[in-house]
């Protein structure tokens, strides 16, 4: 059976692992990646030692049913390493690498996993099964295609000068090799203040920056700060069965269970960490007005108390903002205008209809990662959406499947042999984003296409 992977990532790195140590028939497995490097994805490919991974290794093996399968792997590598530690994101792609490549050597039932460097720009039906398209004029023939596509770039935001998205002083991609050159004393504007603004700030502060950040958006809310973990206690899911349904019920329900939590001692992360088993269930039954509601109202105050930064990453933002190097500003920008070499940033501040211009030397788009896609660009989302070879999510965060992870099609009916896997399945569960997730979902579609392939290899 031939599978093509696209994407070496965790998630289709994983996937790749597991067919390898699973399959029962033999498999070819073939793991397309356009930036060269397996196993990192945009999240571990930073070239930035001081960026860390936001969960504690403890939390991170890429393997649900051995849950301290990454932190031993790191402690064998290095005794200091510690399970309840945030360890750099370079060593979780060194991580991945490792299992890629011993998936590579040990396949099993005379499998093989064999890695492309090239990039994925069309993928369509042919004689049972699919023909897949790189932009190097190779072509793959394959029984079963995995779209593990993860992250795309932030998008433009909405302002009245649409024009200065072209210009020099813009990055729109913050994960892109070229994003951060600025001399050392030019001020910078970051667009967003949620993780990739605090990886761009890290990442600034590591190269020797010494201008100063000013961080905008609408609410300016900065993500929270973790803790060690070792204080939080597991608590049992609060109860949802009068306010369930809607966004504003959850939220209350969710208001109530912290202040009786910290009433009797205890902290809001509790409560937080709780609502990890149920949240798929709330999700699948709030309807898609409520989804909507919740992404529009409540999106930026889940985002920033969920997904959190390393305490260290922490305490350097707050030393970078003590030092009055970073400042951080509510508010919408409402254009640019650029005067020689600097970008004039109109910003109103929330709630006033005051306005004010912020000087900057190049101006960085941090919104985070674009889920949306029907607007993304890249040449296989364009290519599958114009053929109605998939339907984009309509609250604008992933792609729609089938349960199993079939891509669904333009009609609604999914696609034999041609599945997701990654954060773009998030409209499922809302909760399909970190590891702790991911890994559980590669698992499971793994396990779902070594049954599929012992019966009909296209199914
Ligand atoms: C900056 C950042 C930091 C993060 N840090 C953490 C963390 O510390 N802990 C945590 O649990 N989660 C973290 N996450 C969440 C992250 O989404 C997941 O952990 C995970 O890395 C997602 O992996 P993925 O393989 O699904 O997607 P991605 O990592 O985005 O990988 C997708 C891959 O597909 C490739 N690709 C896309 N299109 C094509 C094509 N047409 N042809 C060929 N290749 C293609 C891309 O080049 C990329 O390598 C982070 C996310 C980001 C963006």
Redo the contacts with the bound molecule.
């Keep these: 059976v031939d599978v093509v992977i ?8 994983m996937l790749a692992v597991h067919l390898a140590r699973e399959t029962r028939v033999p498999a070819s497995v073939t793991v ?4 060269g ?1 397996f196993g ?7 070239p930035f030692a001081s960026h ?4 504690p290794a403890a939390r ?1 093996s890429a393997f649900p049913d051995d849950p301290g399968h990454f932190a031993r792997w790191a402690m064998a590598g290095d005794p200091a390493a510690r399970p309840e530690a945030f360890l750099p ?1 370079q060593l ?1 792609s060194a991580y991945l690498g490792h299992l890629l490549d011993e998936a590579s050597a040990h396949a099993g039932n005379g499998s093989r996993v064999r890695r492309l460097d ?4 069309a993928v369509a039906p042919a004689a049972g099964g699919w023909q897949v398209a790189c932009a190097d004029g190779h072509t793959l023939r394959a029984d079963v295609v995995v779209l ?4 795309y770039p932030p998008a433009d935001p909405p302002c009245a000068t649409p024009g200065f998205y072209d210009s020099a002083l813009y990055r729109q991609d913050p ?1 892109a090799a070229d994003a951060l050159t600025v001399e050392a004393d030019q001020d910078v504007l970051l667009v967003g203040t949620g ?2 603004m605090v ?1 761009v700030a890290i990442a600034l502060d590591e190269q020797g920056h010494r201008g100063t950040l000013t961080c905008v958006s609408r609410r300016g809310l900065l993500p929270q700060w973790l803790r060690e973990p070792g204080n939080a206690r597991e608590l049992p899911p609060p109860s949802f069965a009068d306010g369930g349904r809607t966004a504003r019920g959850l939220l209350r329900a969710v208001r109530r269970a912290v202040a009786d939590r910290e009433a009797s001692g205890g902290t809001w992360r509790e409560v937080l960490g709780s609502l990890r088993s149920v949240t798929p269930s709330l999700w699948t039954s709030l309807p898609e007005a409520e989804r909507r509601r919740f992404l529009r109202h409540l999106r930026p105050y889940w985002d920033t108390h969920r997904h959190g930064a390393a305490p260290a990453i922490g305490r350097a933002i707050d030393r970078l903002r003590d030092g009055g190097r970073l400042r951080v500003r509510a508010g919408r920008i409402l254009r640019y205008d650029v005067s020689g070499s600097v970008a004039l940033a109109t910003v109103r501040e929330r709630g006033s209809t005051r306005t004010s211009v912020v000087r900057a030397h190049r101006v960085i788009n941090c919104t985070g ?1 674009d889920a949306d896609l029907r607007r993304v660009t ?3 989302v364009r290519d599958l959406r114009d053929r109605g070879m998939m339907r984009p999510d309509p609250l604008g965060i992933g792609i729609v499947t089938d349960a199993s992870g079939r891509v669904v099609d333009g009609s609604g009916a999914p696609q034999a042999g041609l599945y997701l ?3 773009l399945r998030r409209g499922e569960s809302w909760e399909h ?4 997730e ?1 890994r559980e979902g590669a698992a499971r579609l793994a396990r779902h296409l070594v049954a599929a392939m012992v019966g009909t290899p296209s199914s």
């Design positions: 696209v994407g070496a990532g965790f998630s289709g790195t397309v990646e356009r930036t490097r990192a994805g945009v999240a571990y490919s930073t860390l991974l936001n969960v991170m994101r979780y090239a990039e994925v720009v593990a596509i993860g992250n994960w993780l990739t990886d990662p890249s040449p296989l896997a990654g954060p984003i970190a590891v702790p991911l």
